[in-house]
């Protein structure tokens, strides 16, 4: 037996060793709950799934793609023509065996950046431990069946392939040993999950961000132990790969909030382990102790847990660690579904939430007011109410904003815009209730549902068109989440129907006063519902001097406003907030644009040297009621 022969059976052996390890990970997931899925689609997809959509997020940092073509390309081209050569055609071909080099040599070279990313010293999101072994089994796997490759396409038979089979072979099991718990468990994972999603629209074009509805006649309501999830929502969790791209993206984490989206990944993995992997990556930023004890029965949650509760809490669902992940892992399901446990199973949220939910639950507005003051905003405008009218071509949703003095200034501005465009429209008043973002994001599931069955009846009863809403939260609620309940309808915000207005030459615009302007993406306009083109259009229409901020559009940073964050208020090393305007004083911009009641309340609340806020609807009013002026003028 020659070493060519030699590496095409070592190959084989580590392709049986590695099903072998497969099926036993694969156990583990069995303990989570029934899901259905499509796998003759789902496995048909993968090809796409992985060279399309995985490689679109991958591509983000163009070292990391380059590295990972290389690296996993070279790797499988190489090991399946080596194990090719056990076919006698093949293998005493010396041409083959130099298709096989190249096919590892080009693996070394993706191999080499991957050392080169973490040796001498790693970037801070990247985890260690096993990780910073992964780039020397993967040099001694690839290294050494070059070396046999090199031997059997020259015809030589040298000690020189026997000394790189014995490497290879040293290599190669070391990585099949990272199949369970280590860093190659997401090669099989991942690939997988691709097949098993539970959101494969998202594969298809769909945003695919609306909440799952809850079964609240289940017998436990929420998560409270790892066999409560799904098993494709496990598989998912030991899909990561703990590249920390989602560390990155973080706010709350970033804030220095007790929550790191890469570490709450990856403790949740271990969760359903009897012993859970050893992480070597970034903690959760000031975290209360908690035991560390994982297990498929153990609760997940809670101080003799894995996961304290503030790590819930501070999330803010604004899904930048989602739009960020390669692998596609749904972080904000998993944390939604563990705050449904906590607040209907266990009543156990943060104090400040406790009034908004009472609230939401009994007088149907998180803030106790009621609800025919919703409309007090507009002392002095025409605001016709669709009980008086009948029907309307707009309905304007008002939102919770709609009691706030801020917010108030908004609606006022979009009140003005559809009585100057002549648009027919009209409100529900004291008939429009909450429509239940917040109860749902804190893990009400039940106030929610009954918050969206009463609003859908009232809906039901008048004729209108279109929705419009100056709130992305009510926006994202009554387009995407009311259809589960039967609700659907034509929702639009309201930066998309001022562009509209302003296209269609319903809206005369003068000339905005110089002045460097940024905008701020809402996560429920741009990222939930991908609408970042529409605000943008209009800002230009006002000939305002535009500039991008470092994070903008779908992966634009968070105010820290959404998910019922402000509510929960889990103390951080700074405030959410104050980063996103320290983005915008870095641009030079002396306004930010903002399209979101949340949004402006949050960045408002800077203090110091910061720029003016003012809502889309706010600059263009002032650009219409400008226009007649400065025609005035030209005449």
């Given at each position: 037996?020659?070493a ?12 049986v060793l ?7 990970t694969?156990?583990?997931w069995r303990?989570g ?17 992985y060279?399309?959509d995985v490689?679109?997020?991958v591509?983000?940092d163009?070292y990391?793609?380059?590295m ?9 081209a ?16 010396h041409l ?5 080099a190249?096919a ?17 010293a ?7 431990g ?7 089994l993967?040099?001694?796997?690839v ?17 020189l392939g ?7 072979a040293a ?9 369970a718990?280590?860093p190659m468990?997401?090669?099989l994972?991942?690939?997988?999950h691709?097949?098993a999603h539970?959101?494969p629209?998202r594969?298809?074009g769909?945003?695919a961000t609306?909440l799952i509805?809850a079964?609240l006649?289940?017998p436990?309501?929420?998560?409270a ?8 929502r496990?598989?998912?969790?030991d899909a ?5 791209r989602c ?8 804030a220095?909030?007790?929550?790191n989206p ?5 403790d ?13 990556g970034?903690?959760y930023p000031?975290?209360?102790?908690v ?7 153990r609760?997940?949650v809670g101080?003799g847990?894995?996961?304290?509760p503030d790590t819930?809490?501070?999330c ?6 989602v739009?960020?992940c390669p692998?596609?892992?749904?972080h ?6 563990l705050r449904?446990f ?6 156990a949220?943060?104090?400040?939430a406790?009034?908004?939910l ?7 507005e ?8 919703r409309t007090d905003f507009?002392?002095?405008l ?13 309905l304007l949703?008002?939102g ?10 908004t ?21 429009e209730?909450d429509?239940g973002d917040l109860?749902?994001?804190?893990g ?14 009232t809906?039901?009863?008048y ?5 419009l ?11 995407n989440e ?10 639009i915000?309201h930066s998309a129907?001022?562009d509209?207005?302003?296209a269609d030459g319903?809206?005369a615009?003068a000339?905005a006063p110089?002045?460097r ?12 519902n991908?609408e970042?083109?529409?605000?943008r259009?209009l800002?230009d229409?006002?000939g305002?001097?535009r500039v ?13 406003g959404?998910g ?7 103390a ?5 907030p ?7 004083r870095?641009?030079?911009?002396t306004?930010v644009?903002?399209a979101?009641p ?16 003012r809502?889309?609807?706010e600059?263009v ?13 030209a005449?």
């Open positions: 037996m020659n060519a022969l030699g590496l095409s059976l070592v190959i084989v052996a580590l392709a590695a099903a072998v390890e497969g099926a036993r694969a156990r583990r303990i709950r029934s899901a259905r899925v499509d796998w003759r689609t789902g496995l048909a997809a993968i090809p796409k799934r060279l399309v490689h679109h997020v591509a983000r163009p990391a793609a380059r990972h073509a290389l690296a996993a390309g070279g790797l499988i190489g090991s399946v023509l080596a194990a090719l050569g056990l076919m006698p055609p093949l293998g005493h071909a083959f065996w130099g298709a096989v190249l590892f040599l080009v693996a070394l070279a993706g191999g080499a950046m991957v050392g080169r990313r973490r040796y001498p790693k970037p801070a999101r990247l985890s260690g096993a990780f910073q072994r992964l780039p020397l993967l040099a001694a796997y290294g050494g069946a070059l070396l046999v490759a090199l031997d059997a396409a020259s015809g030589l038979a040298g000690p026997w000394l790189g089979l014995a490497v290879a290599g190669g099991f070391g990585l099949v040993r990272q199949l718990d280590g468990r997401h090669a994972a991942g690939a997988l691709l097949a539970p959101r629209g594969f298809e769909e945003r609306a509805p079964d006649d289940a436990r309501l929420g998560v132990v790892p066999a409560d999830f799904a098993w494709n496990l598989l998912g969790f990561c790969i703990q590249c920390g560390e990155v993206a973080c706010p709350a984490f970033a220095g909030q007790p929550l890469k570490k709450l990944i990856q949740l993995a271990g969760s359903f382990k009897a012993e859970p992997p050893t992480y070597a970034s903690p000031q975290a209360p102790p035991a560390g004890l994982g297990g498929p029965e609760p997940i101080a847990a894995l996961i304290h819930l809490w501070s803010t669902t604004c899904r930048a660690c739009e960020e692998m596609m892992i749904e904000v399901d998993a944390i939604v579904d449904r906590q607040t209907m199973e266990l009543a949220v943060p104090a400040g406790i009034p908004a009472s609230e939401s639950r009994y007088a149907e998180p803030g106790g007011r009621p609800l025919a003051a507009a002392a002095g025409p605001l016709p109410l669709i009980a008086a009218k009948g029907s309307c071509d707009v949703w008002l919770s904003g709609a009691y706030e003095l801020r917010h108030g200034r609606l006022r501005a979009l009140v003005e815009l559809l009585r100057k465009a002549g648009i027919d429209y009209a409100v529900l008043g004291p008939e209730r429509c109860a749902r994001r804190l009400d599931e039940a106030t929610f549902a009954d918050l969206a069955r009463a609003n859908i009846a809906l039901s009863r004729s209108f068109r279109r929705i809403t100056a709130d992305p939260h009510a926006l994202h609620v009554l387009r009311y259809p589960a309940f039967d609700g659907r309808y034509e929702v915000h129907f001022l509209e207005l302003a319903r809206l615009l000339a110089a002045g302007l940024a905008y701020h993406d809402p996560c429920y306009l741009g990222r939930y991908g970042t083109d529409a605000p259009r800002l229409r006002l305002l001097e991008e901020m470092e994070r903008h559009g779908k992966r634009a940073m968070c105010c820290g959404g019922g964050a402000p509510v929960s208020d889990v951080g090393e700074r405030r959410i104050d980063l996103r305007m320290a983005q915008v870095a641009v030079g911009a306004t644009a903002v979101c949340q949004c402006a309340a949050m960045l408002e609340g800077v203090t110091g040297d910061v720029a003016e806020v809502d889309l609807a600059l009013l002032a650009a219409v009621e400008a226009a007649p002026v400065a025609q005035g003028a005449r």
